[in-house]
């Protein structure tokens, strides 16, 4: 199997993430957005995505070296039954940190983070009596206890892949890891910084388009200073199983995410680009100076560009449609199609206004969505497209 190089359809980028949609009951001002804040390809940022790494920092098996390097699109961690870190009883080859090029991200206190990346577990790599950590979270420095592990631990003898948070020893989720071996599965951890009760985690786990664990757990997830994620694997020697073997770990597609409140930003269909309508004002209700009438045959499109960072939004068309049928439309961002047949239902009356959100992902810069007629009526009457990230 060619593992070097990551299927894609498997992706666990924005795509999947659903935005917090701010709902109705909710008032506009809580709702939240991810802004992406990382987003390493292995490839060209090689190992300079992280803050610093500890590759064997013993020196106690330099032929082995480097046991952290990238392979074609991934990140990849080796560990060999000789290695030992400074404390000879365990073993760490780990990265630390988020790094661009112009610096580390800070995670701190009252924040809330979200990673996301697709992890490699081979066989080799098994579930320990004693600890296996694949990914931690840290207070920088030495001498703390870790704020969060995910761990491969055998339990009554079963190999299984757990994420705790590490004070008061609050198990987040566990599941079994035999079937997750020796293919690519994604995880998304998601930390709200804080100390005591203020304090949560969620943990995901999917293989492919199951759900293995989704659960969140509210705990201590700040010591001081601030969080760093690390990655890697660091292990204990006092393992009673036999599974300690040379083996590796492969992390890719990672991706950083902070949690911003949403912005809005409202953009009139009457000044986008408009093919085969005309704008117009005599139904009331809109907003702005009018409204785009589509002329009523399928391919009729109305398209809006802007300047926008990279990550996921929420977009909402506002339209009208005072017939008794559906007027379904096509919408793609960037050109890409994210709603195919979307159905816009009628709302009752042209000065009847309706409001229809889906979820996208959005690039840095420049975007377009295009909202194109689906069938021969044409598109229901456009009011605007809102934004939300
Ligand atoms: C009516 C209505 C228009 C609308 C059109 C349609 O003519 O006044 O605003 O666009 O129906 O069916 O599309
Ligand atoms: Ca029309």
């Not at 697709?118 to 066989?123: D, G, T």
């Not at 757990?162 to 020893?169: L, M, P, R």
């Not at 009018?290 to 960072?309: K, M, P, Q, S």
């Not at 008794?324 to 159905?343: E, F, K, Q, Y």
Request: glycine fraction near 10%; aromatic fraction near 8%; charge should be neutral.
């Amino acid at each position: 199997m060619d593992i070097t190089r990551r299927q894609l359809g498997t992706l666990v980028g924005a795509a999947l993430l659903a935005p917090c949609l701010p709902s109705s009951s909710r008032p506009a001002s809580a709702a939240v957005a991810w802004r992406l804040m990382w987003a390493p390809e292995a490839a060209s940022a090689g190992l300079g995505a992280f803050e610093t790494l500890e590759d064997d920092r013993a020196d106690s098996h330099p032929a082995g070296q480097p046991h952290i390097f990238t392979e074609g699109n991934n990140f990849r961690f080796n560990m060999h039954t000789v290695d030992r870190d400074t404390s000879t009883d365990r073993q760490r080859q780990e990265v630390t940190g988020t790094r661009n090029p112009g610096g580390y991200l800070q995670w701190l206190n009252g924040e809330t983070w979200r990673v996301t990346y697709s992890m490699f577990i081979p066989a080799s790599l098994k579930a320990t009596t004693t600890f296996t950590h694949i990914s931690q979270t840290k207070m920088p420095g030495t001498g703390t206890d870790p704020i969060t592990v995910t761990s491969l631990r055998r339990v009554n003898g079963v190999q299984t892949i757990e994420h705790k948070i590490f004070q008061s020893d609050i198990l987040v989720g566990r599941t079994n890891l035999e079937p997750l071996q020796n293919k690519w599965i994604d995880a998304e951890y998601e930390i709200r910084i804080g100390d005591g009760g203020a304090g949560s985690v969620r943990w995901v786990l999917r293989d492919g388009a199951t759900t293995l664990v989704d659960a969140t757990r509210s705990g201590d997830t700040f010591l001081g200073d601030r969080v760093r994620p690390k990655w890697g694997i660091y292990r204990s020697l006092g393992d009673t199983s036999g599974s300690l073997q040379n083996c590796y770990l492969l992390l890719t597609n990672m991706r950083a995410y902070k949690q911003v409140a949403a912005t809005a930003t409202r953009l009139e269909a009457e000044n986008a680009t408009i093919s085969q309508g005309v704008v117009e004002s005599n139904h009331v209700g809109f907003s702005g100076s009018g409204f785009v009438n589509t002329d009523n045959v399928a391919g009729a499109y109305v398209e809006w560009r802007f300047e926008h960072a990279a990550g996921p939004a929420t977009l909402t068309l506002r339209y009208a449609n005072g017939t008794t049928a559906d007027r379904p439309v096509n919408i793609t961002v960037n050109g890409t199609v994210v709603a195919s047949g979307l159905s816009l239902p009628a709302t009752g009356a042209w000065t009847t206004w309706a409001s229809r959100s889906i979820g996208a992902d959005l690039g840095a810069g420049a975007n377009t969505v295009r909202v194109t007629a689906a069938g021969a009526g044409g598109c229901p009457n456009l009011d605007y497209l809102e934004v939300l990230a």
